[in-house]
């Protein structure tokens, strides 16, 4: 399968390899062998230049060689899902914490993309041959409310929504520490880590994007609060980037805070729900919303933060 995506808004002002590397899930090595032998273009011609910028709506086109076995290949998995919308054209899922959206280094199965290859009697082909018609992701330990493209005209529907930033998206967390204030907006560029690469942090030497998230009180507990959080701009880790800068990291996050215990109470990942996801159906243009409740382990934290 030859990978085609829009570049986002998010990925705009990438260099070819590195956002190639990315979708196609290969190596930057391998990738700028295909960009110098001409097998990458972008919006219909080659692009001889690896380090070339891309722009947000770009098309970018791979032509990989045909490969020697099928370890590329999203292979279906019976794992159990919780469907919350379906139709031709996408499927709605709440993704439980813990489950990986597609395979990767670390994670080559058992991940959602499995389980939807073995659900789905057909998926997009565009978005990368291990993630067809994924039009966004969730980490690891968030749950919540996820959308995945069954047909090439929904993806880029859908991509387009996220891309204009459109989509309605609510997310519960609960933070360290009491906030003072009733609700706020927290604008703060965000960008990778000089350390670590696979943080992102407010303060880096590296480019920032532009990114705001708008959160309301929803609860005060003694040590902790229940936030509501919805996304201006959509990016990498963003909730927990932009808590763990004003002092209030949401709990159980080992990556940015550290707060995995509230006095006895042991928070073994981070607590954060995708509870809304409001999109426009590509086909009809129906205003579709699906909402899931906090799952088990944050419920029942929530229960013993009142207790």
């Known amino acids: 399968m030859n990978p085609e995506f829009t570049v986002s808004a998010d990925e705009g002002g990438g260099r070819l390899d590195s956002v190639c590397a990315k979708m196609a899930e290969t190596s930057r090595s391998g990738i700028r062998k295909?960009?110098?032998?001409?097998?990458?273009?972008?919006?219909g011609h080659p692009a001889m230049k690896t380090n070339k910028t891309l722009?947000?709506?770009?098309?970018?086109?791979i032509d990989m060689p045909p490969a020697d076995n099928s370890a590329d290949e999203l292979q279906p998995e019976p794992i159990p899902l919780a469907i919350l919308f379906?139709?031709?054209?996408?499927?709605?899922?709440n993704k439980p914490a813990g489950l990986v959206v597609y395979p990767a280094a670390g994670h080559p199965c058992g991940t959602l993309m499995n389980a939807l290859r073995h659900h789905c009697d057909h998926l997009a082909s565009v978005g990368g041959p291990l993630r067809p018609g994924v039009v966004h992701r969730l980490d690891k330990d968030?749950?919540?409310?996820?959308?995945?493209?069954?047909?090439?005209?929904?993806?880029?529907?859908?991509?387009?929504q996220f891309d204009d930033?459109?989509?309605?998206?609510?997310?519960?967390?609960l933070v360290h520490g009491r906030?003072?204030?009733?609700?706020?907006?927290?604008?703060?560029?965000?960008?990778?880590?000089?350390?670590?690469?696979?943080?992102?942090?407010?303060?880096?030497?590296?480019?920032?994007?532009?990114?705001?998230?708008?959160?309301r009180v929803m609860e005060l507990f003694k040590s902790a609060s229940l936030v509501e959080a919805r996304l201006k701009t959509g990016r990498t880790h963003q909730i927990r980037v932009h808590f763990a800068a004003t002092g209030h990291p949401v709990l159980?996050?080992?990556?940015?805070?550290?707060?995995?215990?509230?006095?006895?109470?042991?928070?073994?990942?981070?607590?954060?729900?995708?509870?809304?996801?409001?999109i426009i159906h590509p086909a009809t243009g129906e205003e579709i919303f699906r909402a899931a409740?906090?799952?088990?382990?944050?419920?029942?934290?929530?229960?013993r933060l009142r207790s």
Do not use: C, F
């Open 55 to 61: 722009r947000a709506g770009d098309v970018v086109s």
């Open 86 to 93: 379906e139709d031709d054209h996408l499927i709605m899922v």
């Open 293 to 303: 409740d906090p799952p088990a382990d944050m419920a029942t934290l929530i229960k």
């Open 179 to 215: 906030i003072s204030a009733e609700s706020g907006v927290i604008d703060a560029a965000i960008g990778r880590s000089d350390s670590d690469r696979k943080r992102m942090t407010t303060r880096t030497r590296h480019e920032k994007k532009h990114a705001v998230t708008h959160w």
């Open 34 to 43: 295909l960009i110098e032998a001409g097998r990458v273009s972008v919006n």
């Open 252 to 278: 159980g996050d080992a990556v940015y805070g550290k707060k995995t215990r509230i006095g006895a109470l042991a928070i073994p990942r981070q607590m954060l729900h995708a509870e809304t996801l409001g």
């Open 165 to 173: 930033r459109t989509i309605t998206r609510r997310y519960i967390a």
């Open 142 to 160: 968030t749950s919540g409310v996820m959308v995945v493209a069954k047909t090439d005209e929904a993806y880029h529907h859908l991509r387009k």
